[in-house]
Antibody, heavy 120, light 108 residues
Framework: EVQLVESGGGLVKPGGSLRLSCAAS????????LNWVRQAPGKGLEWVSS????????YYAESVEGRFTISRDNAQNSLSLHMNSLRAEDTAVYYC?????????????WGQGTRVTVSS | EIVLTQSPATLSLSPGERATLSCRAS??????LAWYQQKPGQAPRLLIS???RRAPGIPARFSGSGSGTDFTLTISSLEPEDFAVYYC???????????FGPGTKVDL
């Protein structure tokens, strides 16, 4: 069974930093592109970042470019998101999600999310 | 950048009725459109990929159609568990950058 489990969320002050993690199991982690997607309270879904299977290709949404860093450890089956210079508008539930790959062009498995609150 | 719009914002229906949700793209998507269902407090769940391909385990009452810039998710006969928010999503055809529509809420 594919599982993605996020952790690391919490309350942080504006300008602060936080590191989110996503532990994966039930599939060949090193074969898939992975993503972070967030959802602000009461709002829709916003794609944040993606990282290819070998970390060769990394992309960010304009809203987080230069402040967030995505990384992965294929030996540990883990995905991370380092978030710096956090702003109130970064407050959201952050989901890790697997790109199903091939001709699928969508996200087939999602974690349960971890909540990040940026507030003084 | 492709922008997705969904209509209506809210669809008020009863169990057993047919639901038709629309997603329009600002330019042609070449069929790379997906649909997700999200219930309160839960992660999104993939329903449909590649415009019309049901994800594993998704009931046959869910179907997707469309092409170019206009796409539809149809729920043939609403079950009580289908009342939720539905998002459409597209992915760039040459890099993994995803865009979501604003969502349609299907409620009683």
């Amino acid at each position: 069974e594919v599982q993605l489990v996020e952790s690391g969320g919490g309350l942080v002050k504006p300008g602060g930093s936080l590191r989110l993690s996503c532990a994966a199991s039930g599939f060949t982690f090193s074969s898939y592109t992975l993503n972070w997607v967030r959802q602000a309270p009461g709002k829709g879904l916003e794609w944040v970042s993606s990282i290819s299977s070998s970390s060769d290709y990394i992309y960010y949404a304009e809203s987080v470019e230069g402040r967030f860093t995505i990384s992965r450890d294929n030996a540990q089956n883990s995905l991370s998101l380092h978030m710096n210079s956090l702003r109130a508008e970064d407050t959201a539930v952050y989901y890790c999600a697997r790109d199903c790959g091939g001709d699928c062009y969508s996200l087939d498995y999602w974690g349960q999310g971890t909540r990040v609150t940026v507030s003084s | 950048e492709i922008v997705l719009t969904q209509s209506p914002a809210t669809l008020s229906l009863s169990p057993g009725e047919r639901a038709t949700l629309s997603c329009r793209a600002s330019r042609s998507l070449y069929n790379y459109l997906a649909w997700y269902q999200q219930k309160p407090g839960q992660a999104p769940r993939l329903l449909i990929s590649d415009t019309s391909r049901r994800a594993p385990g998704i009931p046959a009452r869910f179907s997707g159609s469309g092409s170019g810039t206009d796409f539809t998710l149809t729920i043939s006969s609403l079950e009580p568990e289908d009342f939720a928010v539905y998002y459409c999503q597209q992915r760039s055809d040459w890099r993994p950058i995803f865009t979501f529509g604003p969502g349609t809420k299907v409620d009683l």
